[in-house]
């Protein structure tokens, strides 16, 4: 092992697997890693990086901001604070009525909407009289352990349950949506895409559905936008492609651009559910964190990287769909969050491919790679990646032909 890699041995807890490499630094859509060799990065820290590496407009929103106030208690309110709630509200349609909450993570986020959802249920006389909460199966939404209430994945759950009570994993049809709903249910959380899951884009129609039917039965609709959200989809939220109004949505990777913070957007009625005291976070929503994503949302509206997402996204699909690969099967998502089929579990061999190479994927699951550059990418980028990613594959198919050719002529 190198000198980094025996410390991270050493000081890191291992939550996660091996490290892949020790980056030093970026800019754009590139990184350099401890041998300052250069790659293109096509994953933006998980849909997180929405301006790509060292973008001036991020990079002066910090220095800017820290060198006035960078955090004060939530005794207080400060002008960022207020400035990026306002703009949050109106990217998403969120009306007079609505409020903001902040955190610092997606998983923060969705622990308030846990709580909202808890609050919506309790009736006035203090009895849970909505006791029930509908996620959906092979749905991710972190690893807290109330965002991992809402997470239907098993091995990730079951080494700290019991999980907190009422939570229900229905398939993620609108059959079962109707089946499962009834009075009792004070609220359904959702992901427009399943990004964990593969980038399993829900079925057409959904949302308008359970937006219908939470309305008939007094539930709330909550929309997890965390790696939707911030124009990844070529929409600034998932639930705008259906034109639907939800209840609250979560936010949190793209919308700092790379700076830690999260958000519960309430609309309507929701925005009335927590009282003083109710919930809160130290640094939530603190000076330097909104003054950053208040910048990157507005550099991402000013510069058109909505429309930039929509229009690169159909672009990689096309450059995607022309690769002549046995190993690809199919591409799903929507805009700048796609998902690339294999033929096979070999998610983590084309990942390590890739990145001899000099290219930055993701293994999503065993048979699916995703994607999620920065909203800023354009014409090089993509060539880029399809050289890459195209020798890559072929690495790949060489390995695996190499290796049924060695089983063949084994004695």
Known sequence: MTVWQDDVARDLVRNVGDRLALLTRGEGSH????????????????AVNSLGHAHPVFVEAIAKQAATLAHVSNYFATPPQLALAARL?????????GRVYFSNSGAEANEAAFKLARLHGIGRNGVAARPRILALENGFHGRTIGSLALTAKKAMREPFEPMPAGVEHIPATIEALEAAIDDRVAAIVVEPIQGEAGVVELPEGYLAAARSL???????LIVDEIQTGAGRTGAWFGFNHEGITPDAITLAKGIGGGFPI???????VASSLFTPGSH??????????T??????????????????AARRGAQLREVI???????????????????IVLSSPIANAVVAAAQERGLIVNAANPETIRIAPALTIGDAEIAEFETLFTAALADVQASLAASETEKATAP
Do not use: C, M, Q, Y
């Open 321 to 339: 769909e022309r690769i002549e690969s046995p190993l690809i099967t199919g591409v799903r998502g929507r805009g700048l969050l796609i998902g």
């Open 262 to 268: 999260g958000a519960l957007v309430t609309f309507g």
């Open 89 to 97: 509200k109106r990217l998403a349609g969120a009306g007079i009525d």
């Open 280 to 289: 809160g976070s130290t640094f939530g929503g603190n000076p330097l964190g």
């Open 31 to 46: 990184v350099w890693d401890g041998d300052d060799k250069r790659h293109l990065d096509f994953l933006a820290g998980i």
């Open 291 to 308: 003054a950053v994503a208040n910048a990157v949302l507005a550099e991402i509206e000013d510069a058109g990287l909505v429309e930039n």
């Open 214 to 220: 939470t309305l008939k039965h007094g539930a709330l």
